[in-house]
T-cell receptor, first 116, second 114 residues
Framework: AQSVSQHNHHVILSEAASLELGCNYSYGGTVNLFWYVQYPGQHLQLLLKYFSGDPLVKGIKGFEAEFIKSKFSFNLRKPSVQWSDTAEYFCAVTPASNFGNEKLTFGTGTRLTIIP | GAVVSQHPSRVICKSGTSVKIECRSLDFQATTMFWYRQFPKQSLMLMATSNEGSKATYEQGVEKDKFLINHASLTLSTLTVTSAHPEDSSFYIC??????????FGSGTRLTVV
C-alpha cells in the first residue's frame, strides 16, 4: 500500500520569502501525485498534479512542484509567498495503474502561516 | 473544470437520529466516489470507496452499518450516519474521480451531534 510523508508540520514564513514543502511517498509502482490546499474554513482545492511527462509541474497561484522519482519526492515550491497563502497543504498519491478507482492517500498536512 | 456539490454544508442533529449527506458530480460522471472524514487540524482519513451500482468498500475500523453509503447513479453518492452520537461529530468530505479532472472534492459537511 502507498503512504505519504510530510515532514514539515507547521511552517512560518514572512511575506516574499521562498517556500518549499516536503513530500515523500512510498509505493512500488507508478504513481499520480497531487498537492491540495485548504484555506481556513474552506474545502480542499487542487493546486497541481503530476500524471506523467515533465517532472516539473506548474499549478495555480504561482505554485510548482518537482517530481524526483529517484528520491520518491514531490516537493511544493513557491518563489515568493503572500499572506493569502496561509493555509493547510496536503500532498497525496494514488497508483497510476488504476486511476479513478484507487483511493487518494494523503499526507498529514503542513500548516503554512505567512506573517505580513 | 469539474465540480462536486456536497449538501448540506452544516448540520446539527440530536443524538440517536440519522443524517444523510449527498455528494453530486455536476458536470462529469464519476464511477467512483470517496468519503473522507477530517478531524480538526488533522489530515483526511478515507472511510470508504463507493462504486456506482455496487456495495461500498469500507476501510478498516469503519462501521459499515453505521455509515451507510449508497451510490445510486454515476453522479450521486450518499452517506448516511445512522444513530449518530457526539463522537460522530466531524467534517465529512466526498471526492469524485474523473479521468480528465483527477480527484475533485466537495466542500464538506460539518456534522455536529448534540
Amino acid at each position: 500500500a502507498q503512504s505519504v510523508s510530510q515532514h514539515n508540520h507547521h511552517v512560518i514564513l514572512s511575506e516574499a520569502a521562498s517556500l518549499e514543502l516536503g513530500c515523500n511517498y512510498s509505493y512500488g509502482g507508478t504513481v499520480n501525485l497531487f498537492w491540495y490546499v485548504q484555506y481556513p474554513g474552506q474545502h480542499l482545492q487542487l493546486l497541481l498534479k503530476y500524471f506523467s511527462g515533465d517532472p516539473l509541474v506548474k499549478g495555480i497561484k504561482g505554485f510548482e512542484a518537482e517530481f524526483i522519482k529517484s528520491k520518491f519526492s514531490f516537493n511544493l515550491r513557491k518563489p515568493s509567498v503572500q499572506w493569502s497563502d496561509t493555509a493547510e497543504y496536503f500532498c497525496a498519491v494514488t497508483p497510476a495503474s488504476n486511476f479513478g478507482n484507487e483511493k487518494l492517500t494523503f499526507g498529514t498536512g503542513t500548516r503554512l502561516t505567512i506573517i505580513p | 473544470g469539474a465540480v462536486v456539490s456536497q449538501h448540506p454544508s452544516r448540520v446539527i442533529c440530536k443524538s440517536g437520529t440519522s443524517v444523510k449527506i449527498e455528494c453530486r458530480s455536476l458536470d462529469f460522471q464519476a464511477t467512483t466516489m470517496f468519503w473522507y472524514r477530517q478531524f480538526p487540524k488533522q489530515s483526511l482519513m478515507l472511510m470508504a470507496t463507493s462504486n456506482e451500482g455496487s456495495k461500498a468498500t469500507y476501510e478498516q475500523g469503519v462501521e459499515k452499518d453505521k455509515f451507510l453509503i449508497n451510490h445510486a447513479s454515476l453522479t450521486l453518492s450518499t452517506l448516511t450516519v445512522t444513530s449518530a452520537h457526539p463522537e460522530d461529530s466531524s467534517f465529512y468530505i466526498c471526492s469524485a474521480a474523473g479521468f480528465r479532472y483527477g480527484y475533485t472534492f466537495g466542500s464538506g459537511t460539518r456534522l455536529t451531534v448534540v
